[in-house]
């Protein structure tokens, strides 16, 4: 009787035991938290993707039933490596980043319409093809040297243009590397070192004849100020300048006799020491 007792209490707490295994596994089902940087999207089991809310950052209470789907928000970086043809249909390699983000406030419909792999089917696909529409635009050259920037502006806009309407914000691209095929990257350092000697030739040339016309007028200002000093000079005022140089000479010590009067009418200083 005892052995039968002892026998029946596990039976018993059967039903105990599954229904507070129950109660934990929908305790745990009805409860989410959300990592830092991350958002989520609530997928009700009735209706299907809720597009009207955002599940933030934090614990959170769900139904059971229903389920969140975890996304990044925080900004990602994407690397790419691509082949292009340039403007005359030659191969150039390039390497860009791309800085994006989904857009936090439309984080159901861009689940709901594009899904958790939407780096994958839209944001390679459009910088892929905005960077080959915009270097098939130019040349070798001005790829490698002077359009640097405004290639990088002309990719971030054409890309951005496909990403507005896809629920993902395009922070900026960066053309990080540019390589060329070895001989035209050979001609185009050699073009570039030519222009840059043809430019420092003409800087030089520029120079000597900023020179020359600076001379050309300074010798034309001491020829007119010679013609107009000797205009205004007669005889009288020259020897009334050399009588008033004489009487200062002869109050030095070393002067004896100052006789007034010489042959051209100027005086005449006598008996130095």
């Known amino acids: ?24 596994l929908m305790i745990a089902r009805s409860t989410v938290i959300i990592r830092s940087g991350k958002a989520g999207v609530l997928y009700k089991i009735t ?16 139904a059971p039933w229903n389920s969140v789907i975890v996304y990044e928000v925080r900004q990602q970086d994407l690397f790419e490596k691509m082949s292009v043809l340039s403007l ?13 983000h989904p857009e936090k406030k439309k984080l159901g419909s861009l689940h709901k319409e594009k899904g958790q792999n939407y780096l994958e089917t839209i944001v390679k696909p459009a910088i892929r ?14 790829i490698y040297s002077s359009k640097r920037d405004v290639i990088e502006h002309e990719i971030f806009e054409e890309t951005k243009k496909i990403l507005d309407n896809q629920y993902i914000e395009l922070k900026d691209v960066l053309v990080r590397d540019v390589t060329l095929p070895p001989s ?24 000597a004849s900023k020179e020359a016309e600076r001379q050309r007028i300074e010798a034309s200002g001491k020829a007119n100020a010679n013609r107009i000093l000797n205009a205004s000079l007669s005889t009288n005022i020259l020897k009334e300048k050399g009588i008033e140089a004489t009487l200062k000479l002869a109050q030095s010590p070393n002067s004896k006799v100052v006789v007034v009067g010489g042959s051209d009418g100027l005086p005449l200083i006598l008996g130095n020491n």
């Not at 052995?3 to 039903?15: A, G, L, V």
């Not at 209706?47 to 769900?62: N, R």
């Not at 005359?88 to 994006?100: C, F, M, Q, S, V």
């Not at 270097?135 to 050259?141: A, H, I």
Request: proline residues 3%.
């Open 129 to 142: 093809s905005a960077t080959r529409s915009v270097l098939g635009r130019y040349t070798p050259e001005q």
């Open 184 to 207: 035209i990257k050979a001609a185009i350092e050699r073009k570039l070192g030519q222009e840059q000697e043809s430019l420092e030739y003409e800087f030089r040339l520029q120079k």
């Open 47 to 62: 209706t299907g993707v809720d597009t009207t809310q955002v599940i933030d950052e934090g614990f959170h209470f769900i």
């Open 88 to 100: 005359n249909g030659l191969e150039i390699k390039i390497e860009a980043t791309a800085w994006y």
């Open 1 to 24: 009787m005892e052995y039968q007792t002892q026998n029946r209490m596990p039976k018993m707490f059967m039903p105990v035991i599954i229904l507070l295994g129950l109660a934990v």
